[in-house]
């Protein structure tokens, strides 16, 4: 079964902490994706990486950062959270190539306080 | 830029009532894919369908149904018979051939079929 895990399902932390979102995919998948979900805007590409080491800007990667040293595993990394990065965070990933089906985690629900 | 836009924010119905959800894009390109994604509240999406911006064939699943036409850009998801089961939030998307393979996501329709 295909299969695409995140490290945790909820997660809470402080303002101006540092996260650590964790991404491991088993398909052996080229690309991977964040996404944030949010009530009445739907899901927004963060990043996403098509490659090891290699990652572009979605529609909103300001406050984040991304990591992908090896092909299965993408974090996401907040450097220091605020109150408006409150949200579900999916991670996906998916063949190259044609435009595949991307697979979904079962996402982080992350609130700041 | 690519858009895709669901505009019912939230539908319900009774069981076995037949569902349309409906979903527009905008691409320029002409060669593109839409797909259609559940969520059930578990969380996690769930592929249902992709087509290519070359085969507008109607495509039946069971009781899911999907219609797509080029010429009002729509690629409509029909659920026939609905049952408990379906209550989802339901999500179109659109990716573009031969690019980054991103996938443009609408925001979503919430369904709930009640008993």
């Known amino acids: 079964d295909v299969k695409v895990t995140q490290s945790s399902r909820y997660l809470v932390k402080r303002t101006g902490e540092k996260v650590f979102l964790e991404c491991v995919q088993d398909?052996?998948?080229?690309?991977m994706f964040w996404y944030r979900q949010d009530p009445g805007l739907g899901l927004r590409l963060i990043y996403f990486?098509?490659?090891?080491?290699?990652?572009e800007k979605g529609d909103i990667p300001e406050g984040y950062s991304v990591s992908r040293e090896k092909k299965e595993r993408f974090s996401l990394i907040l450097e220091s959270t605020s109150t408006n990065q409150t949200s579900m965070y999916l991670c996906?990933?998916?063949?190259?190539?044609?435009?595949?089906?991307?697979?979904f985690g079962q996402g982080t629900r992350l609130t700041v306080v | 830029a690519q858009k895709v836009t669901q505009a019912q924010t939230e539908i319900s119905v009774v069981e076995k009532e037949d569902v349309t959800l409906d979903c527009v894009y905008e691409?320029?390109?002409?060669?593109?894919?839409l797909f259609w994604y559940k969520q059930p509240p578990s969380g996690e999406l769930v592929f249902l369908i992709r087509?290519?911006?070359?085969?507008?064939q109607n495509e039946i699943s069971g009781r899911y149904s999907w219609n797509f036409q080029k010429s009002t850009s729509s690629f409509n998801f029909t659920i026939t018979a609905s049952q408990v089961v379906d209550s989802a939030v339901y999500f179109c998307?659109?990716?573009?051939?031969?690019?980054?393979?991103?996938?443009?996501f609408g925001k979503g329709t919430k369904l709930t079929v009640n008993p």
């Open positions: 996906a990933s998916s063949l190259s190539g044609v435009s595949t089906e991307a697979f």
């Open positions: 398909m052996d998948h080229e690309n």
């Open positions: 990486s098509y490659d090891v080491k290699m990652k």
């Open positions: 691409t320029r390109d002409t060669t593109y894919y």
């Open positions: 087509r290519n911006s070359f085969d507008e």
């Open positions: 998307a659109l990716s573009l051939w031969g690019g980054s393979e991103k996938l443009v």
